[in-house]
């Protein structure tokens, strides 16, 4: 336990070394001098608190908040102090948020506990002195022998010893880590595959070496040592065949694995990423907001100081004959009693800062996002998908963004690709009902049939359909499942209807499919033997390596042995990762249908075939298996390799898959553009293609003056081209500019020319950037978010690629789409599909900002009218720090008499219909740039704070002060008038009408009214008077002092009184009734002509 605390604070690392040597089965070298490391359990712990922490960390955290700690501050002084008011009122409220904030998190971390303990106490099967033995999750160990059974989630990161196939392979879906619900095969070790019993495993003698834990789920680097008939025997080991947690087994009956990462070191775990803060413009207003009241608040307390000096200069004022000092006031220190009546001011008038601010925005922000998720309109009906908020912070942001950047493919299209067309040594193809038919003719002619085709064209198909890495699944859920491991067996009992394809990669599926359908189909693979049917005749290929995918060099191959034994690698990727190493074939020609089919906005790919000599051969192998046995620097060492092999290619020819548009993208692009929104789109596609379908979506126009920074090479071509562009924008008189960008000339752009790039972008209407790495997204958009201007910007993508990007946003939507849910779960927010972003921004944002901005300059001004009759009703005591309300009016105005009303119109209100903000997307304009939370606004309702409360407090004194003719029922005495109208008669009427007002004053400012409204407004009004009479009509025995005792209802027995009380609420609203009827008729927003049109 100890050592567990010290290394999560640092004092302990855990382990040293780069690499971590696991003995399978914990079977330790047996020569006394060996000492096993300690690794951690296999626990895993989402949760913030404990019981024995959860009351220090959470006060910690949240007096970490300004406001929290200046009360605390406050509270403290009214400990130490004789201070004019009671501890209660700074203590109560500060209790009552601390409990409320605390009650919320304890809960939810209650449900974290839950969840955790559900994980660690599920039963598992391992291997423990030659029997299976059931346990908990948690207390697995680094080097178990863990067996897992079909359906099965994978209770530890661990590496395939065997299964019940005779190959050792098992298909497991990643669909909880990355999204991705296609069948991934996983390969065991040949020597240790034949361990299939617990007998055979518990006889094993392996080390597995690999590296630390790190987060990347596709990265794994190790080697398993095994010792046979005292020879030891080397296999590398690579993601195939490691198993992570949270993975699910697929088609499989059982597994075995060894442990490498448990707990909180699982790739798992360690993906558990804490988003970085994300604070919303109105938040960084509501601070700013705060330590302008705090200045307030200090000059009051300064100024209040400093005229009870000056008036007490005066000794019949200093020392009155009814308030004699005391021996030891009198021997004070000066500067210590100054700053003691500086403190008693502060704490007298500490009210201005408004404690419950921070409660009701969160409890505004975290009902208000449950609107998002029950919006029906934002429900997609086919994939049975609703919108879903992860972060309810950043609502209000959604009504103030100013850059949308977007993902082209899965985003703004379907993700759901169709085989269209096809370039085969330079001639060009269509698929027309199964066949390919020729450019020019038609299906009909004698040569439009492919069986007729040899050589080239059928190496071509063959190379589609082998160089890939699909799964195959059966309609019969264990078909796969054979006692012989033979996948092939089925395959050949089923027609090829029962056959379904699953890959990473959907235009992989969509060729695999395509070459099917030509008559080359794809029918199974084992992991050493992948077969294809060539129009019925069945051939087996030998799958000797697979050169993976990456993003950097864009391409994949795999080496076979075709059955003829020749060997030979087929490799397919983009036509700029696969061209340049090309030799032979019709480059050129392939070049120009490359370029042909993304003008058409076809997605493409270019594939391409090398044969080796036995020699050959031999060098490719042994360097392959040299790099991926390595534990050092193996990804460098695999690229070596890699890039060796994939040269001197010959060109068979290329694909043009189509990629469907999303319903409705067209007009949501065109929504945002008159909303005064600019759209960036990102992709990674070739920039033929990405232009075509930025113009059949409508982000670039027809119309357009579309500029170019293509296909630079250094920095001083792309800062002339840079300055040619802004030239051209500048002289051009067109209404709107496009420019396109690829990832090249975007690196050289953003090393050394940021300005004169952003300079151009600023007068680009829409912006298209071609050929992006994932980081490079996520520079953009960094890029503008630090620029002088600082727009709000939003990303919005589906795939795993789109995470750097929507995590740098300072909004990020993430699309349920078909790249898995990794962009999904980094996001702020999840939508179904592209065209809810439309009402997501234009409606809810607009809702939301309207709704925080009124909620937040509310709460500045009550408590400015609550606070000021205060400060003046000093110039009347002498300064002496006499209150003017009672304690308990004090405590609970706002936390019960004026809460709920701005509490309910915050999550209710509507200026206009959400129809008419649908329709008229400029409305969006109207709240652009925080225009509602600006500081002539802040200013504008603190003046306005202000004078009511001159008008509160000198309406009430002129009224009720000297003029006997509005005396009750102008019969009471003159003696007993000094005794109802006291000083606590007149303080009581002063807060009677400010919650009037401040109640009625919300009133005017709502545009919707439901029930809800109704009820909290005037039950507010009511709940005050209910409130009042009772606790003045009753002497209630724990309070030490009566001073409220029958005062209420003294004060409205007058009907003096409901005069005033009906007079200065009317002098304080009627001004603001007329500013709204002038400003509406004489200089109405848009909004407001809109709410006449309703």
Request: glycine content about 6%.
């Amino acid at each position: 336990m100890l050592r567990r605390i010290r290394q999560q604070l640092g004092f302990d690392p855990p382990h040293q070394s780069e690499t971590r040597t696991v003995y399978v089965a914990n079977r330790f070298p047996q020569n006394g001098h060996y000492i096993p490391p300690r690794f951690t359990d296999n626990r895993i712990i989402s949760s913030k608190y404990t019981i024995w922490n959860f009351v220090p960390k959470n006060l910690f955290e949240q007096f970490r908040r300004i406001a929290n700690f200046y009360f605390l501050i406050i509270f403290l002084v009214q400990l130490m102090i004789d201070t004019p008011t009671s501890p209660v009122t700074s203590g109560l409220p500060l209790f009552f948020v601390i409990t409320v904030t605390a009650i919320k998190q304890g809960y939810e971390d209650w449900l974290r506990h839950k969840a955790d303990n559900e994980v660690n106490g599920a039963p598992v099967f391992v291997v423990r002195s030659g029997s299976l033995v059931q346990t908990r999750s948690k207390n697995i160990r680094v080097g178990d022998i863990v067996r897992v059974a079909k359906d099965e989630t994978f209770p530890a990161d661990l590496v395939l010893l065997s299964s019940d196939r005779a190959d050792g392979t098992c298909h497991i879906t990643t669909a909880s880590l990355d999204g991705e619900t296609n069948l991934k095969t996983h390969f065991s070790v040949a020597e240790t595959a034949v361990c299939q019993s617990v007998s055979r495993l518990e006889a094993l003698q392996a080390v597995v070496e690999c590296q630390q834990p790190e987060a990347d789920l596709y990265r794994f680097v190790g080697r398993m040592t095994m010792t046979q008939h005292d020879e030891e025997i080397v296999r590398p080991l690579g993601p195939e065949n490691l198993l992570l947690r949270g993975a699910r087994l697929k088609n499989t009956k059982e597994i075995f694995g060894v442990a490498v990462y448990t707990g909180m070191e699982s790739k798992m775990a360690l993906n558990y990423k804490c988003k970085s803060q994300k604070r919303s413009a109105v938040e960084k207003s509501m601070n700013t907001f705060l330590i302008i009241y705090l200045g307030i608040l200090l000059f009051e307390a300064i100024l209040s100081t400093i005229l009870k000096y000056a008036w007490q200069a005066e000794d019949k004022w200093d020392e009155p004959f009814y308030n004699q000092k005391t021996e030891q006031e009198r021997n004070s220190s000066p500067i210590l009693k100054f700053i003691s009546d500086f403190l008693a001011f502060m704490v007298l008038y500490n009210f201005i800062i408004p404690i419950s601010l921070y409660v009701t925005v969160e409890m505004q922000k975290f009902l208000g996002s449950f609107f998002i998720g029950w919006d029906l309109d934002l429900y997609h009906e086919e994939s049975d998908q609703k919108a879903q908020v992860n972060t309810s912070d950043l609502n209000e942001e959604l009504g103030q963004v100013e850059y949308v950047f977007t993902d082209k493919t899965g985003t703004l299209t379907e993700n759901e690709m169709q085989f269209r067309e096809c370039s085969v040594n330079g001639t060009k193809y269509r698929e027309v009902n199964g066949k390919l038919v020729p450019e020019g003719m038609t299906e009909d002619s004698p040569d439009g049939s492919l069986p007729h085709m040899i050589g080239d064209e059928l190496l071509f198909l063959k190379a589609v359909s082998l160089c890939h890495t699909v799964q195959i699944s059966y309609d019969q859920p264990d078909c796969l499942v054979s006692g012989d491991g033979d996948p092939f067996s089925h395959a050949n009992g089923f027609s090829s209807n029962h056959m379904e394809y699953f890959a990473s990669s959907p235009d992989e599926k969509a060729l695999v499919e395509a070459t099917k359908r030509i008559g080359v189909a794809f029918t199974g693979s084992n992991g050493e033997t992948m077969e294809i049917k060539t129009f019925g005749k069945s051939e087996k290929y030998k799958l000797l390596h697979v050169l993976e995918f990456d993003a950097n060099r864009r391409r994949m191959s795999v080496i076979l042995q075709d059955p003829s034994g020749g060997k030979m690698l087929f490799t397919k990727g983009a036509e700029s990762a696969i061209l340049p190493f090309t030799t032979t074939g019709e480059i050129e020609k392939t070049r120009l249908h490359v370029d042909e089919f993304a003008l058409k906005g076809l997605r493409t790919l270019v594939v391409a075939c090398r044969h080796f000599s036995p020699e050959e051969y031999m060098d490719v192998d042994r360097r392959l298996n040299s790099a991926r046995t390595a534990l050092q620097q193996r990804e460098e060492k695999l690229q070596e390799a890699f890039s060796y092999i994939e040269r001197n290619l010959h060109l068979l020819g290329a694909t043009g898959v189509e990629d469907k548009l999303q319903d409705k993208v067209q007009e949501t692009i065109e929504a945002l553009r008159l909303a005064g929104i600019k759209v960036w789109v990102l992709t990674g596609d070739k920039h033929e293609t990405a232009v075509s379908v930025s113009l059949s979506c409508g982000h670039f126009h027809r119309t357009m003056n579309i500029l170019e920074l293509l296909q630079q090479r250094s920095d001083n071509e792309c800062a002339e081209q840079l300055r040619r562009l802004s030239r051209r924008i500048k002289e051009d008189h067109v209404i709107q500019h496009g420019l396109v960008v690829d990832g090249a000339s975007l690196s050289l752009a953003l090393r050394e020319h940021e300005k004169l790039f952003m300079e151009v972008c600023k007068n680009c209407s829409a912006v298209l950037c071609c050929r992006m790495a994932p980081l490079q997204k996520a520079k953009v958009v960094r890029l503008f978010k630090t620029s002088p201007e600082k727009p709000i910007t939003l990303a919005i993508g589906d795939g795993a690629n789109d995470v750097s990007m929507i995590q740098e946003a300072h909004v990020g939507i993430g699309i349920m789409g078909k790249e898995g849910r990794q962009a999904v779960r980094n996001s702020d927010y999840a939508i179904a599909r592209f065209k809810f972003l439309a009402k997501l921004l234009l409606v809810h944002g607009h809702f939301y900002y309207i709704r925080i901005t009124t909620l937040v300059q509310y709460f500045f001004y009550k408590n400015v009218c609550f606070i000021t009759p205060q400060f003046l009703y000093q110039f009347f005591c002498l300064f002496s720090q006499q209150t003017l309300y009672d304690s308990v009016y004090l405590t609970l105005y706002n936390i019960c008499f004026t809460s709920l009303p701005i509490l309910v119109y915050s999550l209710f209100e509507q200026l206009v219909h959400p129809h008419v903000l649908q329709n008229k997307p400029g409305l969006y304009r109207d709240i652009s740039k925080n225009s509602l939370l600006s500081f002539r606004t802040f200013l504008y309702w603190t003046l306005l704070g202000f004078c009511h409360a001159f008008v509160f407090f000198f309406g009430s004194y002129i009224l009720m002060g000297e003029d006997t003719t509005l005396m009750g029922n102008g019969q009471i005495l003159r003696a007993n008038r000094q005794l109802m109208f006291g000083n606590w008669t007149f303080g009581t009427l002063v807060f009677t009408v400010m919650v009037i007002t401040v109640t009625l004053k919300l009133a005017l400012e709502t545009h919707f009214w439901t029930w809800m409204n109704h009820f909290v407004t005037w039950g507010s009004i009511a709940f005050y008077f209910i409130f009042s009479l009772f606790y003045g009509g009753i002497i209630w025995p724990f309070l030490h002092t009566q001073d409220m005792y029958f005062v209420f209802v003294q004060l409205l027995s007058s009907g003096s009184a409901w005069f005033a009380i009906i007079i200065i609420v009317i002098t304080c609203l009627f001004p603001d009734v007329v500013k709204k009827v002038f400003y509406r008729h004489l200089q109405p927003t848009s909004t407001q002509k809109s709410q006449v049109l309703e």
